[in-house]
Structure formats: C-alpha cells, structure tokens
C-alpha cells in the first residue's frame, strides 16, 4: 500500500460504515452492503420532480406539492441522486461536518447512478462557500463533490463564483425569505469564464433551491449559456 493511501486511512476511518458501524465494503466506502442495499431500496419508493426539486412517494403520479404549478427548475435542468432524508443525509453531514472525504466516490457513484444528467456542459463549478465559513471548515464539501463530478463526465472544473455575502443560517426561513436572504450573495469571479458556457453548478444538497437559483441566476446574467444544478441528495415533499 502507498504511504499516501495509509495517511488516508488514518485520517477517515472507511473500513467501518457511518450508518451502523459494521465493515464497509470497497465498491461503496463508508457503507456495509446491508446499508447500501436499504439505501437503493428507498431511493426506488420514491421519484424525483424537477419542477420542485424534491422528492414524493413513488405511488404518485405526479408530485403533490407542486401539482399544476410552473416549476423552478425546467428551464435549464436540475439532476439529483438520493433523498437527503435517511442515509442519504447521514453521507452528506459526514463529510460536511467530518471532513469524511473519503465518502466522496459513493456519494458520487450514487449521484451518476440516479441523477440521469445529460452530457451538454462545458465546465463544472460549485456553490462556493464565504471566505469565512471556508477558514473554519477548511474546505469546501461542494467544491470536492464537483471535482469529482467533473472528473466522472471527463469535464474542467473551475470556479466561476465567490460568495461576497456571509448569509445567516436558512433552516426556519420559508422559500420567498430564502430567496431575499440569498440576494445579491454571489457573484461571477470572472464574466469571460461565465460568457456563453453550459455550466453544471454543483451544491450537496438542494432544499428549497433558493441557494443554487441565485447562483444560477447569477451565471445567467454574466452570459452563461446555460446553467443547470446537480445536487447529490434532495428534500422530500412534506
């Protein structure tokens, strides 16, 4: 074994699963199969909507949240994997709060499995982080995620936005006040990098989608082409 791989293991323990603390298998790290396999089973009782971007029960035909309504997402694409609820949300919060890095190729192995993304993109970026949240954290878990999506659909990664406002937390706020908070938030680092391209923006999750439908918003206005949003877990409608 490389001494790389071995400083790795030391940092993030992946022999053992997050969920229940058996032994993670090699083909998905930091899950067991029996894990695994209930994380498969759910995402198949339940289907996406990409008018709202979450997720209902699969007995539905269509979604009852937003039955009838214009969505927010059609116009230029938003592709997720798994619910967020579940292991799906465990995933996400190890390696947002963990630094569990090393759960980087199931997350995105269960993204390319579910998320039917299209191949009509130039670059790959992410939601970025304010330079303050970024010093306490030390990285940026939707910056590694994009990385690693780009790597997988043979596309750059770069990153066309910075967050210039450091935004309170979004959890009691309801959509409209999500949106007003994120206003004005980002901006494009650099517009030639932004002007006619196909950009896949990147988050790890998306809830109500006022985060990522700023920065898409922001991209549009700077020329982008088009800018749709992969996120590798979702809500679910309540």
């Known amino acids: 074994m490389r001494f790389s791989d071995r400083i790795k ?3 993030w323990p992946t ?5 229940c603390g058996g032994r993670s298998e090699e083909e998905h790290p930091g899950l067991c199969g029996v894990c695994y396999e209930e994380l498969l089973e759910a995402r198949e009782k339940v289907s996406f909507c990409a ?7 699969a007995e539905f035909r269509q979604c009852p949240g937003c039955f009838g309504a214009e969505g927010r997402f059609l116009k ?3 592709f997720v994997g798994v619910p967020y609820d579940g292991i799906g949300g465990i995933l996400v919060r190890k390696l947002k709060y963990n630094n569990r890095r090393d759960l980087l190729p199931t997350l995105v192995k269960l993204f390319f499995r579910y998320s039917e993304i299209d191949t009509g993109f130039d670059v790959v970026t992410a939601v970025p982080l304010h330079r303050r949240r970024l010093r306490e954290r030390g990285f940026n878990q939707s910056e590694e995620l994009a990385r690693a999506i780009a790597e997988g659909m043979s596309l750059p990664y770069e990153p066309l936005l910075e967050r210039v406002i450091d935004t309170p937390s979004q959890t009691t706020l309801n959509y409209r006040r999500r949106c007003d908070n994120m206003r004005g938030a980002f901006e494009v680092m650099d517009r030639e990098k932004a002007e006619g391209r196909r950009v896949l923006l990147v988050d790890d999750v998306v809830t109500t989608g006022a985060t990522a439908g700023e920065c898409v918003a ?3 206005k700077a ?3 088009r800018a749709a949003i992969a996120a590798v877990t979702a809500g679910k409608v309540r």
């Open 9 to 11: 293991g030391w940092l």
């Open 15 to 19: 022999t053992r699963c997050v969920v």
């Open 51 to 57: 008018r709202c971007g979450r997720f209902y029960g």
């Open 76 to 78: 230029n694409g938003l």
């Open 218 to 220: 922001v991209l549009k």
């Open 223 to 225: 020329g982008a082409k």
